[in-house]
């Protein structure tokens, strides 16, 4: 094989995305870079998804499972896959032309192992769409505890490639998530074992609509990161417990004042108390 141009392993996991995902997959066949193989994991949907899915055979491979949850599905992806370098599409999202071929060059000249992008919303959201700048490089795992439910790695799976010997370290996703925060908990036990940088350009389109994961009531998403900090604090003794759940529980106060939501609030008081410090 070419070292000069490492094969891609592309890992899509979809689960009812028939309205979204022949665009998803156009854009990555699509890909300058060529040298890339695309596993397709179908997540027990029960729309006509895998029928658009092998509209593409010959392109791509798909690997058919039980719902079981995007954790799981990329997962199977993974362990599928062939690739020096993995990289996750979410089954709603779009990606620019040049993204992969950017990002591999950008990471072999920098001997990095993770790099990740800008993005910029689009879909259901009225006004004008937010671009989510990329900021975060180098030793990225102290960041995960001093800035609690942050996106590190900005938008999450759509915007990152990164080595799979980093994986092979940092281990797979943590099917126990089932939602929020699967990819922050994903992404901070890689930022342990790898060294992170990112290009600042706008190389994902992240899809807002109702189905997705960015529309999980406020109590979900609560929970998910109460999970994922919990976890955290589990691994790694060095970290301040007291610290980090102030912060964590202020962000969720001020959400729950912001929007005057009352169940959010009600849930935040009621897991104070089941805490430990």
Known sequence: MNTSKPLVSIVIPVFNASDFVLETLQSATNQ???????????????????DLIKSFEGKITVISTTNNGAASARNLGILASSGLIIAFLDSDDIWDPQKIEKQ????????????????????????????????????????????????????????????????????????????????????????????????????????????????????????????????????DKSIDRLRVWLDFYLVFVKESIKTINTGLMARVIASLFKVSY
């Open 32 to 50: 300058t870079y060529k040298n890339i193989e695309i596993i397709v994991v179908d997540d027990g949907s029960t729309d006509n998804s895998l």
């Open 104 to 235: 591999v060059s950008f990471l072999l000249a920098n001997e990095l192992d993770l790099v990740y992008c800008s993005g910029r919303e689009f879909g259901e959201r009225e006004g004008k769409h937010l671009v989510h700048r990329a900021k975060f490089s180098g030793n990225c795992y102290p960041l995960f505890s001093t800035n609690p439910t942050v996106a590190i790695i900005t938008l999450g799976c759509s915007t990152a490639i990164l080595k799979r010997e980093v994986i092979n370290k940092s281990g797979l996703f943590d099917e126990n998530f089932k939602g929020p925060a699967e990819d922050w908990d994903f992404f901070r036990r890689v930022c342990r074992y790898g060294n992170v940088d990112f290009i600042d350009e706008e190389l994902v389109d992240y899809r807002i609509h109702d189905k997705n994961v960015s529309r999980a009531s406020a109590v979900s998403y609560f929970e998910g990161n109460k999970m994922a900090i919990s976890k955290m604090l589990s691994e």
